[in-house]
């Protein structure tokens, strides 16, 4: 029996009431009807439920994720979606360059690009794990903290029964099973991201990002706000509506791994970087999950134009996000645990025990706040912010390929990558995506200069 992730109402019911109480809105009448009706509670780590609920179930949660939408919210004024609005919060918005900066050089492309499959890659087998079980899995390796990608070598049976790998990443991304860059959303995105810019230019506009993913990506390797706003679309819905119709995703993690294209093709120029960002985002995404892409964008941009020094170029990312947002302040909380703690696990436990029992491990707002962290305790070394994003749990591919990309960017050639990091990939990456399957990291590299130098 198909069980279609990710869009099910009677699933979807559970995560729209989390995400109510997460952005200002008093869902309690609501949620006391789903559960008086026997209505269950969402799927912790699946995408959907593992039985169909009743059609009585299912219309009930279509009807009352409709009511959810109607609630009023307490931080409207403060976390507006819309780029004006967002702009006039923002006190220390950007100006934008008087010349244009020249373009990255391919090589610090390339570093780019190998590091955000490298930190993807590391991330990939422990996805969904809990903390303690990412921690006993690297120490029974001999990898804690970590050093290298997993392995499952020398792991005993009994602790890989109570914490078994991701099931569709162990056989790719394992250090014994690593043979190239097996396919992965965080590697997808910006490859759709370079198709939008090869085929609608800088000025690409959110319905163009709309029509490239109907064209190239198929709706299988879509997950969460992705997915929603994928079905939305062929609904006949437009955006920005397909951001918000029934999609309790669209403060989750999705628009930030779509960031880095952006960053990297606006140079010096974080402003633009944020607003093609927030072009891009606003097809899946409101708010905070908006911010948290224009946040990547506008670091990867200070980067991208020749910043060397990862805390201002965190300090940049932050100009472009309302600072009484829920992001600005978990971002900056984070960066100041950060600084004042010297064993990174204890940056990460105290993270945990701020956002754990009330965000999904998905959501925008806690993984951009581990990301930053990472970044700044490593002090934008690329091995330890890629070691730390994944060590800190959560959504452990993503946040190891936005802290890859951002600290290679700073490293700034392939070669100050560690081998050890980089030769598995043997300059190749799979993908569903257009015809990008087994191209080579230096292609891409290339390809995205020539976006980044176009007028």
């Known amino acids: 029996m198909l069980r279609l ?54 219309l009930l949660a279509t009807d009352l994720l409709d009511e959810l939408s ?15 609005a967002v702009r006039a919060l923002c006190p220390d918005w950007p100006e934008p360059p008087a010349h244009r900066p020249a373009p990255p050089d391919t090589a610090r492309l390339e570093a780019a690009w190998l590091g955000r499959a490298v930190g993807c890659l590391l991330g990939k087998p422990v996805e969904k794990l809990p903390l303690d079980g990412i921690r006993s899995l690297a120490r029974a390796a ?30 790719t991304s394992l250090a014994e099973n690593i043979d190239g860059m097996p396919e992965d959303d965080d590697l997808n995105y910006p490859l759709l991201g370079l ?27 879509t997950f969460t706000a992705e997915r929603i706003a994928y079905r939305n679309l062929l609904a006949g819905l437009e955006p920005p509506l397909t951001a918000r119709h029934h999609n309790p995703f669209r403060e989750w993690i999705g628009a930030l791994i779509r960031a880095d294209v952006h960053g990297w093709t606006n140079p010096g120029d974080p402003a633009a970087a944020a607003a093609a960002a927030h072009r891009d985002a ?41 600072p009484r947002s829920r992001l600005a302040r978990a971002v900056t909380h984070a960066v100041r645990l950060a600084r004042e703690h010297g064993d990174f696990a204890t940056v990460v436990d105290l993270l945990h025990d701020r956002y754990a029992a009330t965000h999904h491990w998905v959501h925008a707002v806690p993984n951009t706040a581990l990301i930053a962290a990472a970044l700044t305790h490593a002090d934008g070394d690329f091995a330890g912010s890629v070691c730390r994003a994944v060590s800190g749990g959560w959504d452990t591919d993503s ?57």
């Open 5 to 58: 992730t990710w869009v099910q109402p009677e699933d979807l019911i559970g995560h729209e009431l989390r995400q109510a109480v997460l952005d200002g809105r008093e869902p309690s009448a609501v949620a006391a009807r789903w559960r008086a009706a026997g209505g269950p509670d969402a799927p912790l780590t699946a995408g959907a439920s593992a039985r169909p609920a009743s059609r009585y179930l299912r």
């Open 70 to 84: 109607e609630l009023p919210s307490a931080l409207t004024d403060d976390e507006p979606t819309g780029l004006a």
């Open 142 to 171: 001999g990898n804690w903290p970590l050093t290298t990608y997993f392995t499952a070598r020398g792991v005993p049976a009994d602790l890989l029964a109570r914490h078994p790998w991701n099931r569709r990443s162990a056989a």
């Open 195 to 221: 198709l939008v810019l090869q085929r609608h230019g800088r000025s690409f506009t959110t319905t163009d990002v709309a029509r490239v993913w109907l064209d190239e990506l198929p709706a299988g390797r």
């Open 282 to 322: 606003t097809l899946t995404h409101t708010a905070n999950g908006v911010y948290a892409a224009m946040f990547t964008a506008a670091v990867i941009a200070a980067a991208a134009g020749g910043g060397r020094d990862v805390h201002s170029c965190l300090r940049t990312g932050l100009t472009v996000v309302p």
């Open 399 to 455: 946040n190891g390929a936005t802290a890859g990309s951002v600290a290679a960017l700073l490293a700034g050639s392939p070669d100050a990558l560690p081998e050890r990091w980089t030769a598995p990939l043997k300059n190749r990456l799979a993908t569903s995506v257009g015809d990008f399957h087994g191209t080579g990291f230096d292609t891409l590299a290339r390809l995205t200069r020539l976006e980044a130098s176009r007028p």
